[in-house]
């Protein structure tokens, strides 16, 4: 429509209160993001958490590709954050990510002081005791090496007599490398002595230094590292896994959030969210063909 100078005073009020509406409606939607909330998952939030509005997330952020901060950066970025943004628009909700250490996010969990527990932990049939998991990528145990010592270990038996790096809290690689431990033992060989550190740069700091021999943590995060830095690293045996075991996000012990998650997630998996997200942080070969709940890999075929 086009309007001559002289128009009626009513017409331009009329046009002007359109233009604004449609600009409200406009950023309302840009606010709320492209994917629509899945109400049947929003409808299994807590009430309490669903009266906030926010999901509070327990979050390592030194986990790279997982959940880590980036030099001069404030914010996590990261696979499970991508993830979990996008399962909080799923959900009606806005997601807070809460730093903590690795040893305290079960911890942290349990005392309410966060309502999701992130940051590459593992699901197992010990910790669902404690706490419940939805499980959304494959993963597992590699060691990360100097690339000058890269001809020299070739799996976890290599390692007798050595020294590796490991963070506090990893029961399911402590106990790989404890019964590798006894085999060495058994054999005639030097036990494999383990260091148990805060976070990952302590881990690798320890390598870098020569203190240890080697720094056991989930594949992609030590595929990220060794692509940070062309050269310095290698990871034994090319790809060895130490141990295979299912990333996951913690919750209270029977709560409904899970579930709420769950099919958040499970929308997303249908739809390609899910694919994507992983293949743009280039480990799509960890994901699940169902997202599932409180299924280790102890329980998988």
């Given at each position: 429509?086009?309007?001559?100078?002289?128009?009626?005073?009513?017409?331009?009020?009329?046009?002007?209160?359109?233009?604004?509406?449609?600009?409200?409606?406009?950023?309302?939607?840009?606010?709320?993001?492209?994917?629509?909330?899945?109400?049947?998952?929003?409808?299994?939030?807590p009430?309490?958490?669903?009266?906030?509005?926010?999901?509070?997330?327990?979050?390592?952020?030194?986990?790279?590709?997982?959940e880590?901060?980036?030099?001069?950066?404030?914010?996590?970025?990261?696979?499970?954050?991508?993830?979990?943004?996008?399962?909080?628009?799923?959900?009606?909700?806005?997601?807070?990510?809460?730093?903590?250490?690795?040893?305290?996010?079960?911890?942290?969990?349990?005392?309410?002081?966060?309502?999701v527990?992130?940051?590459?932990?593992?699901?197992?049939?010990?910790?669902?005791?404690?706490?419940?998991?939805?499980?959304?990528?494959?993963?597992?145990?590699?060691?990360?090496?100097?690339?000058?010592?890269?001809?020299?270990?070739?799996?976890?038996?290599?390692?007798?007599?050595?020294?590796v790096?490991?963070?506090?809290?990893?029961?399911?690689?402590?106990?790989?490398?404890?019964?590798?431990?006894?085999?060495?033992?058994?054999?005639?060989?030097?036990?494999?002595?383990?260091?148990?550190?805060?976070?990952?740069?302590?881990?690798?700091?320890?390598?870098?230094?020569?203190?240890?021999?080697?720094?056991?943590?989930?594949?992609?995060?030590?595929?990220?590292?060794?692509?940070?830095?062309?050269?310095?690293?290698?990871?034994?045996?090319?790809?060895?896994?130490?141990?295979?075991?299912?990333?996951?996000?913690?919750?209270?012990?029977?709560?409904?959030?899970?579930?709420?998650?769950?099919?958040?997630?499970q929308?997303m998996?249908?739809?390609?969210?899910?694919?994507?997200?992983?293949?743009?942080?280039?480990?799509?070969?960890?994901?699940?063909?169902?997202?599932?709940?409180?299924?280790?890999?102890?329980?998988?075929?």
């Amino acid at each position: 429509m086009r309007l001559s100078c002289d128009a009626k005073p009513a017409v331009l009020a009329a046009l002007a209160a359109c233009v604004f509406s449609m600009s409200l409606h406009t950023a309302a939607h840009a606010q709320s993001g492209a994917a629509p909330t899945n109400s049947e998952a929003a409808s299994l939030v807590p009430k309490p958490i669903r009266d906030a509005g926010t999901l509070r997330v327990g979050s390592q952020q030194t986990f790279p590709p997982v959940e880590f901060r980036q030099d001069g950066k404030t914010e996590p970025v990261g696979v499970s954050v991508d993830l979990l943004n996008e399962i909080g628009k799923r959900l009606g909700l806005s997601i807070t990510f809460v730093h903590g250490e690795y040893a305290a996010l079960i911890p942290g969990l349990e005392a309410g002081r966060f309502d999701v527990a992130s940051g590459g932990i593992s699901d197992t049939e010990e910790r669902e005791q404690k706490v419940d998991f939805v499980n959304y990528m494959m993963s597992g145990g590699s060691i990360l090496v100097r690339a000058a010592d890269a001809q020299k270990y070739s799996s976890i038996a290599d390692f007798c007599g050595k020294s590796v790096a490991t963070l506090l809290g990893s029961r399911v690689i402590m106990a790989a490398v404890e019964k590798a431990s006894e085999t060495c033992v058994s054999g005639g060989k030097p036990p494999i002595t383990a260091n148990q550190l805060p976070a990952a740069p302590d881990a690798r700091m320890q390598l870098d230094l020569g203190r240890v021999d080697g720094y056991l943590g989930d594949f992609p995060a030590l595929v990220y590292m060794k692509s940070q830095m062309p050269g310095k690293y290698a990871i034994a045996g090319g790809n060895h896994i130490l141990t295979p075991y299912v990333t996951s996000w913690g919750f209270p012990k029977n709560s409904t959030l899970k579930e709420a998650v769950q099919k958040a997630t499970q929308s997303m998996l249908a739809d390609g969210t899910y694919k994507a997200i992983l293949s743009k942080w280039e480990i799509e070969g960890g994901a699940l063909p169902e997202i599932t709940v409180n299924l280790p890999a102890s329980k998988r075929k």
